[in-house]
């Protein structure tokens, strides 16, 4: 019976080693026929194809970097058919088995951050190309997205730089435009599709293929190799500290740490080392670095300085120090220009543009000739603009000291100022062989509230309207007089007071003679005479009083009159009215 059965063992472990060995030729030739890798093939024929023979026509980088595409699309297919007999690897595997497509990934990032005309075809096509990485996926915890998704999010990463090849060809070359649309079809929808129809949930390895594991690492060639211990200290020192993290735990660690000195490990600081006794540092900053920090603010940033025309419609003048020959020739009415962070240059603009934006510039002059739409001034400081041309609008915005020059054909412009100052606007005078006239714009208004609105003046500093008010001496009455100046009440004082004083004083201060007898004589005259004019304001008080009277006892009796004649009239009236009533009746009934 025992025999039998190690018979048929026998039996099945030959026909099972046959079954291994011939089986993996026929393997790799079933994985090439199946439909998931032809269809992959397909893939290759039609959108890769497309696109090289697009970038055939370009040459130069775009050729280049498109036949890394189509290596890498060869890589992965190599990949899908290594995936049907080989088991799915663990981290370290994954990295090794993808080696030969990550290479091609390093290869395309390479070349898209070479310096060329062609920057956006590289960068397009180096991050579309990481959708490959799709058959890294192993499930949700791998921290990718889904196989679908993973291909759109990274056209869409790449689609930025795709649109801005079909901006800028768009009308001049029409290879570049077909390249770029070749491209997105190549990963949507060809790669899309594919994925979606055949691994969207990740590639299918198989269960009892072939293991790839991460190769071990060897020491570095040239490293000096680790001392060999005897064995013999080796084992004793293990058998000791076992023996002791076994008995006594922590307490074993607590007295290690207490049995050395706290400051063992510290170094000693000796006397020149010490800050107070270092030359090379003093307690002092010298005059030069004052210099630098006043010439260069902290936290400014300056880029480099820049001229050019991007994507044909805006001319861009960045970071230009002291130039003071720049010059723009070529324009277009279509074209605008942006000068930034410039200082203490001059910018020439030869021919009509669209606008014109002046933004955080110090001490820069602009010289135009037309503007379309507006001239910008925007968070400048000392800037000087001379028009030659037309210029519809002018916008000063946050501006501190502007001077703006202006032509004959630029007078009718609309000058804008918002929280400006400094702003002078110099304009051609009528004499031709004169100067120009300068006009300073207000920055300061006085607002009042009028008619149940406010109103907004400018402020004059050529002088102000005041009012002139005379004082009448002994009385609280005052007249109005002409305007112009502001009298004090107390300043102006009548002749006949002045005289009064100084002859008071007069006879206080002088010694008792013949003179101040006269003077005394003086001083009771001018009193009986001011007696006089007051006793002549009584008078003319009493006859005014008297008027009045008279005008109130006239007005009463007229108008007693008046209603008097008024009430008999009405009686009369009525008297007469039923005389006549009576009348009409006797007729009536009489017949």
């Given at each position: ?57 370009i040459g130069g980088h775009v050729k280049d970097i498109t036949n890394v595409v189509s290596d890498a699309f060869r890589v992965q297919k190599e990949l899908l058919v290594e995936i049907k007999r080989t088991q799915k690897p663990d981290a370290g595997g994954m990295a090794e088995f993808l080696k030969p497509l990550n290479e091609k990934l390093t290869e395309a990032h390479m070349k898209a951050g070479s310096h060329s005309g062609f920057s956006n075809h590289l960068k397009s096509t180096a991050e579309s190309l990481t959708a490959l990485a799709w058959i890294a996926y192993t499930g949700k915890d791998c921290g990718m997205s889904m196989p679908i998704g993973h291909v759109e999010e990274c056209w869409q990463s790449a689609e930025f ?431």
């Amino acid at each position: 019976m025992d025999e039998n059965l190690l018979k048929r063992l026998e039996v099945a472990v030959v026909r099972l080693e046959s079954l291994s060995g011939g089986s993996q030729p026929q393997t790799v030739a079933s994985a090439s026929s199946e439909p998931s890798i032809v269809a992959f093939d397909d893939l290759i024929a039609e959108y890769v194809g497309k696109v090289s023979a697009a970038a055939e026509k370009i040459g130069g980088h775009v050729k280049d970097i498109t036949n890394v595409v189509s290596d890498a699309f060869r890589v992965q297919k190599e990949l899908l058919v290594e995936i049907k007999r080989t088991q799915k690897p663990d981290a370290g595997g994954m990295a090794e088995f993808l080696k030969p497509l990550n290479e091609k990934l390093t290869e395309a990032h390479m070349k898209a951050g070479s310096h060329s005309g062609f920057s956006n075809h590289l960068k397009s096509t180096a991050e579309s190309l990481t959708a490959l990485a799709w058959i890294a996926y192993t499930g949700k915890d791998c921290g990718m997205s889904m196989p679908i998704g993973h291909v759109e999010e990274c056209w869409q990463s790449a689609e930025f730089y795709s649109n801005k090849v079909l901006v800028e060809y768009k009308n001049k070359d029409s290879n570049h435009v077909e390249w770029a649309k070749a491209l997105k079809e190549l990963y949507v929808p060809g790669l899309r599709d594919y994925v979606k129809s055949h691994y969207p949930l990740g590639p299918v390895w198989s269960a009892t293929g072939v293991t790839v594991t991460a190769p071990s690492k060897s020491s570095k060639p040239g490293a000096p190799a680790a001392p060999n211990l005897p064995s013999s200290s080796f084992a004793s020192s293990s058998s000791s500290s076992s023996s002791s993290s076994s008995k006594q735990g922590m307490a074993a660690v607590f007295q290690e740490i207490s049995s050395k000195p706290v400051t063992a490990g510290l170094k000693k600081v000796t006397n020149d080392m010490k800050t107070k006794n270092r030359t090379d540092r003093g307690g002092f900053v010298s005059s030069g670095v004052k210099e630098v920090n006043k010439s260069v603010p902290s936290g400014a940033k300056v880029g480099p300085p820049k001229l050019e025309l991007v994507m044909g419609r805006k001319w861009v003048v960045e970071y230009q120090i002291g130039v003071k020959n720049l010059c723009i020739d070529e324009c277009d009415p279509k074209q605008t220009v942006y000068i930034f962070g410039c200082k203490d240059s001059v910018l020439q603009i030869k021919g009509k543009v669209n606008n014109i934006t002046v933004d955080k510039c110090t001490k820069m002059g602009v010289v135009f000739t037309d503007v379309v739409a507006a001239f910008e001034i925007v968070n400048c400081s000392s800037i000087e603009v001379q028009c030659q041309g037309a210029a519809p609008t002018i916008s000063i915005d946050n501006t501190a000291g502007c001077q703006l020059y202006l032509s004959k054909d630029s007078l009718g412009s609309s000058i804008t100022t918002s929280k400006a100052s400094e702003v002078n606007v110099m304009v051609p005078s009528e004499d031709p062989n004169a100067d120009l006239v300068e006009h300073a714009l207000p920055h300061q208004y006085i607002h009042t509230h009028q008619d149940g609105q406010f109103v907004t003046t400018p402020v004059s500093h050529s002088g102000g309207v005041s009012e002139c008010r005379d004082y009448v001496p002994k009385t609280n009455s005052y007249t109005e007089s002409k305007p112009g100046c502001l009298t004090s009440n107390n300043a102006q004082k009548t002749d006949s007071d002045l005289g009064n004083k100084a002859k008071c004083l007069t006879v206080n201060n002088a010694p008792k003679t013949d003179a101040n007898m006269e003077i005394k004589t003086r001083c009771l005259t001018v009193n009986n005479a001011q007696k006089t004019n007051s006793d002549t304001g009584k008078k003319n008080k009493t006859d005014c009083l008297t008027v009045n009277e008279a005008q109130k006892t006239d007005t009463g009796m007229g108008s007693k009159t008046n209603c008097v004649t008024t009430d008999m009239s009405l009686y009369y009236m009525a008297a007469l009215l039923c005389i006549i009533f009576a009348m009409v009746v006797a007729f009536m009934l009489s017949s």
